[in-house]
């Protein structure tokens, strides 16, 4: 039988070293000619982008960012770039710093580059999320993609071994949706299987020995093959449920997808044999879920909603928005009632496999 498919790759620059990050980042501001940069991170993160910047003129430099880039946190920052008169954003952080960057592209068509220190993966899509009254929405639009990503393992090696494990799952997340999404095809299926395995090898080398590069290296490359497979593929059921308890509830993003990820799969992979049979390859185990479960296991994953904060008066909630959100193309029907049951496993951190 005949391949047919219809794939989208988004057009983005990618420039990967250990050490490089500053003589990149000087590169592109000058490949741009920028004259008025705004720098964008987390207070965390000021001091290194500070370091990065030796020598270069900045022209903003702003640090009011917040998880789920609520609203008013975009409108400050659309309001910093205007009054600055910026040309070019760069942002140095996670996802937080990454999503409030777009926000700022997506009113004003300013170009973004970005300085990943997590492996979140969302300098590598055209998706933006904000979230105003206790609802998060999300969108695609090619002007909020940065225009460059400048990997440098040694800027993740501050992170700490649990976030890096909790960031990670994240990363593994985009793979597994990418496989159920609605545009999946077998150039995405590809790129989904190798970030996985990156994923897998790299965090299981982070734990291992947190100050080597190698392993860091390895969480990179997966979680950007993670994230090109994820803005290709599309949203699907895991991500939807992940954005409602983190718009919702404001739960933390990184473990809230931890923690989600192996109810997800338990529930699709049965109606999913092909998604289910790349992934058990790329954790080299016998069946998805299991090759799942030993990693979250051997790399001390977060393993419940209520560690997180999250209780069961919010499922009904959920379970409401995700009705209206996840794809007719997941591979299992949603409902009411298996939906409630897998947020009450999630809930608690029962063994996926409980059915």
Not at 46 to 72: K, L, N, S
Not at 99 to 124: D, I, M, N
Not at 214 to 228: E, I, K, P, S
Request: proline share 6%; with cysteine.
């Amino acid at each position: 039988m005949s391949l047919t498919f219809h794939h989208v790759t988004l057009g983005q620059r990618v420039l990967f070293g250990a050490g490089q990050a500053a003589t990149h980042l000087a590169e592109e501001i000058d490949r741009f000619s920028a004259e008025r940069v705004m720098v964008i991170a987390s207070p965390r993160e000021m001091d290194r982008a500070r370091e990065m910047f030796a020598g270069i003129e900045v022209a903003v430099w702003h640090d009011d960012i917040a998880m789920h880039v609520p609203v008013e946190v975009a409108d400050r920052a659309r309001d910093a770039a205007r009054l600055g008169h910026i040309d070019l954003l760069v942002t140095v952080g996670g996802g937080s710093a990454v999503g409030t960057a777009k926000a700022v592209s997506l009113t004003s068509g300013l170009p973004q580059v970005a300085v990943p220190t997590t492996y979140a993966g969302s300098e590598a899509t055209n998706v933006w999320g904000m979230t105003e009254a206790g609802r998060k929405v999300t969108g695609t639009d090619d002007v909020v993609l940065p225009v460059s990503v400048i990997y440098d393992p040694e800027l993740t090696l501050s992170l700490p071994v649990g976030l890096s494990v909790a960031s990670g799952f994240n990363g593994i997340a985009h793979c597994v949706d990418s496989l159920w999404a609605p545009r999946v095809d077998p150039i995405t299926a590809a790129l989904a299987t190798e970030g996985a395995r990156a994923l897998a090898a790299g965090l299981s080398q982070i734990v291992e020995d947190p100050a080597a590069v190698d392993g860091r290296d390895q969480a990179l490359y997966g979680a950007y093959l993670a994230a090109v497979s994820f803005a290709s593929a599309g949203s699907g059921m895991h991500h939807k449920l992940c954005h409602i308890l983190g718009g919702t509830f404001n739960l933390p993003h990184a473990q809230t997808h931890a923690v989600v990820l192996p109810y997800v799969l338990a529930f699709n992979a049965p109606h999913a044999p092909a998604a289910e049979a790349r992934l058990a390859t790329a954790f080299d185990a016998p069946t998805a879920l299991a090759g799942l479960q030993d990693l979250r296991q051997r790399l001390d994953a977060p393993r419940s909603l209520a560690e997180l904060g999250f209780t069961a008066e919010g499922i009904p909630a959920v379970v409401e928005q995700a009705l209206e959100a996840v794809p007719d193309s997941n591979p299992r029907e949603v409902t009411a009632d298996n939906l409630t049951a897998l947020l009450t496993a999630a809930l608690q951190g029962a063994d996926p496999a409980g059915g």
